[in-house]
């Protein structure tokens, strides 16, 4: 099936007389293509290929007519033909070599579009050519120029995928691509790319989870950047430094106890000016945690304090040990030992009114800075100067903004979200006080590190480990299935929103909710294929003085970009019945068994695939980080050439290709 | 106690390296900083635009065209503007380098007969060929590719 980019172009406006006697005549005629043109203004399609045009009838003023009648003809149906001829919208048809004026006619005005046909582009593989002979499960890769030919010798009935891969340090970076093929038919066989397609038990939207599922929202969050924090660094040091050797112990947080109120500074906006104070109540000590509540949360909201005393203990006896035996213990600069959880209305004063989406909390890095300057050191003058993160309160009458949050919601979604919260606390107070970093870790990194912290909550309280292959099975069924959903929902969800669009995402670009699952996934790969226990991996990379792709360059002792192409292609193979080499595969889980479960599913494995089909070429614009995934057959005895360019000349060197032969 | 706590900022200080090579900090320093831009921090509320130097350097970035640096995560370039107060407000800059190649940078605009055109800061005009349905009049962006311009790869900076 052909794949148009979706942007539309504006052709030529042809404008005939306007007919007096007509109340509001059609004075011209826009066509929109489904296709760009090129610098002459034709487009070009090749034969058998199409187009889709859309007539926009206007009268005075521009004003878009939507009730005129819209014919539409070719000059030269021996070159392309219109189906239908009349209404807003037809599509064109290439049927041999040379061009053709298609014209949109309503009353007395018309648009016009050039059509220029194409006989199929040569794929470049001709006697002489070097032709790959594939084994099923084996997997060819190519980069650059030299991937912009492949040519396959067909077996009985074989059947491929073909994988480009943009291999970019720049996220926001995108490769633009043309494929073309000759000599190929279309891949019927399995994994097409579901093997285990079942009935939908799981919602995205349930899972809880520390992020708001709104992409929309977080956006708008991030503009609101806090810039402050990092030149503090070094005065926060000066201030650790200090309290060590006793010079400002008046400094040092008196440890509360239940039933104090204390001050807090809840500003999500801005970092170390304009404090939002709220007035909280301590209704629980534990051994690690302080949980205290915002005194102006809405009242009567379900949970008490012995619930909230409850959560306190599951930091105590979860979160916090999967945590620190996984990153490292977090600062004390309170020198209590502990660390505040803060659930205050002032969370879920952050998502618009009406809105179904949430914030499940978030940790601040003005709060481990110090409040007084020293010398010529800057301060945060409106940190809370404690190791604290911030959490929604239970709202069941959607008090705030209208917005309901149940109390059962805050009993499901907490425990995650505080694993989450609390490696963001560890990851930045080691790096400001324990790793002598020179500032935080690249957010893609961090939030992915942030959810490998609730999939090891999970494994915890699951009492399973990675390289399980944990299938659906397993992960849905007693007594696994209240730890999946608490703990791997929200992870699995974000992972299917990179499969339903990975061209479009990135593991190392902005903060979107597909980046999410995508570098979750592949930290999880990279974990699992590295030589030895996981710890070791997860201590390192949050215990660098590095950031992003040199961190996991160092850490991994390799090129990740390498290892991003190969779990690209272990994206597809895992679970296919293939016989893959191991790093084409995921060995923690099986993905293909557990996602149809998903209600935005389908019931099917969610990746797009693309049909590569002879008759058209597959325009790509990949993401830095991202790929396509496009299947094609070989006839038996056959021979089929795949060409690709980049911006209609050889692609560049950060192209990679894979090819793996999957029947 | 006064006198001892001044030393010991400066010692740490001392012990800190610039926010740049080129920092402005220093007196007689160019007023620029050159490295590779960075988003970190955690999400949503704790995100900064910061530059990198070769060494891992960094400089936080302010200023009104910030939002427009972020969108350049992994590009190597070079901003101008002023410190202040540990903040780099950047007033202008120039993308040296996008996965270790050269970038044309300007606004997309259409000609009379519908080709697009990059208009860069120095007034030139590129023409862009390839990729174009992928951009729009006034939007500013970097291009990559050979022969005045065959899109091969690129990025939008401001939409």
């Not at chain 1, 016989?579 to 990746?607: C, D, K």
């Not at chain 2, 007034?123 to 992928?134: D, F, I, P």
Request: a neutral charge.
């Amino acid at each position: 099936m052909k794949r148009f980019i979706p942007i539309a172009a504006l052709l030529s406006i042809v404008v005939s007389a306007c007919d007096k006697e007509t109340p509001n005549p059609v004075i011209a005629v826009d066509v929109v293509t489904s296709l760009s043109r090129g610098p002459s203004g034709v487009v070009t399609i090749p034969v058998g290929g199409t187009v889709q045009l859309t007539a926009n009838p206007r009268g005075g003023g521009g004003v878009v007519l939507t009730d005129r009648p819209v014919t539409w003809s070719s000059s030269n149906t021996a070159v392309a033909q219109v189906n239908p001829t009349t209404g807003t919208v037809t599509t064109v048809t290439g049927v041999a070599s040379g061009t053709a004026t298609i014209t949109a006619q309503s009353e007395d005005a018309r648009g016009t579009v050039e059509v220029a046909v194409e006989a199929p582009v040569s794929t470049g593989c001709e006697e002489g050519s070097t032709f790959l002979n594939l084994r099923v499960g084996e997997v060819f890769t190519a980069t650059g120029p030299a991937a912009s030919i492949v040519c396959l010798n067909g077996g009985s009935g074989s059947e491929y995928t073909y994988i480009p891969f943009f291999a970019s340090e720049a996220g926001n970076a995108r490769l633009a691509l043309e494929v073309n093929a000759g000599g190929i038919g279309a891949a019927t066989g399995p994994p097409n790319p579901s093997l285990a397609p079942g009935p939908a038990t799981l919602n995205q939207m349930s899972a809880g989870g520390s992020v708001t599922l709104d992409e929309n929202f977080e956006r708008r969050l991030r503009e609101k950047e806090i810039r402050e924090l990092t030149p503090l660094i070094p005065s926060a040091r000066a201030a650790a430094l200090q309290r060590s050797g006793g010079a400002l112990r008046n400094l040092i947080q008196a440890v509360p106890v239940e039933g104090d109120l204390l001050t807090l500074n809840a500003n999500a906006n801005a970092g170390c000016t304009n404090p939002d104070n709220r007035i909280g109540r301590v209704v629980a000590i534990t051994q690690r945690a302080i949980v205290v509540v915002d005194t102006a949360n809405p009242q009567n909201a379900g949970i008490t304090d012995e619930e909230y005393r409850s959560f306190g203990v599951a930091f105590d006896t979860l979160a916090y040990p999967v945590n620190i035996e996984n990153f490292g213990e977090p600062s004390d600069i309170d020198n209590n030992g502990k660390v505040l959880i803060f659930y205050t209305r002032a969370v879920n004063e952050l998502t618009p009114r009406d809105n179904p989406s949430f914030t499940g909390g978030f940790f601040f890095g003005r709060d481990l800075f110090p409040r007084q300057a020293m010398g010529n050191l800057q301060a945060c003058p409106s940190s809370n100067e404690r190791e604290m993160f911030y959490m929604l309160a239970p709202d069941p009458e959607g008090v705030v903004n209208n917005n309901r949050r149940s109390a059962d919601l805050i009993r499901r979604s907490t425990v995650g979200t505080i694993a989450h919260e609390f490696q963001h606390l560890i990851n930045a107070s080691r790096r400001i006080y324990r790793n002598n970093a020179q500032g935080f870790e690249e957010v893609w990194l961090n939030e992915g590190l942030s959810h490998i912290a609730e999939e090891l909550t999970f494994y915890r309280v699951s009492r399973l480990a990675p390289r399980q292959n944990i299938g659906r099975p397993t992960a849905l069924t007693e007594p696994v299935r209240p730890a999946f959903i608490n703990y791997q929902q929200s992870n699995f969800g974000r992972f299917i929103s990179f499969l339903q669009r990975p061209d479009t995402a990135s593991l190392i670009g902005v903060d979107r909710l597909p980046t999410r699952g995508a570098i979750w996934a592949f930290l999880r790969y990279a974990a699992d294929r590295k030589a030895g226990p996981d710890q070791p991996f997860w201590f390192a990379l949050v215990n660098s003085t590095t950031r992003g792709i040199p961190n996991l360059r160092n850490v991994l002792a390799t090129d990740p970009i390498n290892w991003m192409q190969d779990w690209t292609v272990s994206v597809y193979t895992d679970d296919a019945d293939l016989p893959v080499e191991g790093r084409f595969t995921q060995p923690s889980w099986h993905f293909r068994s557990i996602m149809p479960a998903f209600s935005n599913t389908n019931n099917r494995y969610p990746l797009q695939t693309i049909a590569l089909t002879s008759s058209s070429a597959v325009n790509l614009n990949l993401f830095g980080g991202g790929a396509a995934y496009l299947r094609f057959g070989v006839a038996p005895s056959g021979r089929a050439g795949i060409r690709v360019t980049s911006g209609g000349v050889t692609p560049p060197q950060n192209l990679r290709i894979s090819i793996v032969r999957t029947k | 106690m006064r006198l001892s706590l001044v030393l010991l900022a400066a010692t740490l200080m001392a012990c800190t390296p610039p926010a740049s090579s080129s920092s402005p900090q220093r007196a007689g320093g160019p007023p620029s900083v050159a490295g590779t831009v960075r988003v970190v921090g955690s999400a949503p509320m704790n995100v900064q635009v910061i530059v990198e130097d070769s060494v891992g350097r960094s400089t936080t970035i302010g200023g009104p065209l910030v939002a427009e640096i972020q969108r350049l995560s992994g590009a190597q370039v070079e901003l101008r503007g002023r410190m202040d107060r540990g903040v780099w407000t950047a007033t202008s800059y120039e993308i040296r380098a996008v996965n270790g190649a050269p970038v044309e940078m300007g606004v997309v605009q259409r000609a009379a007969d519908g080709s697009l055109h990059l208009r860069k800061a120095d007034g030139q005009t590129v023409s862009l060929m390839g990729a174009t349905s992928q951009f729009r009049a006034g939007q500013k962006v970097w291009v990559q590719g050979p022969a005045a311009v065959r899109v091969q790869s690129y990025g939008v900076i401001a939409p």
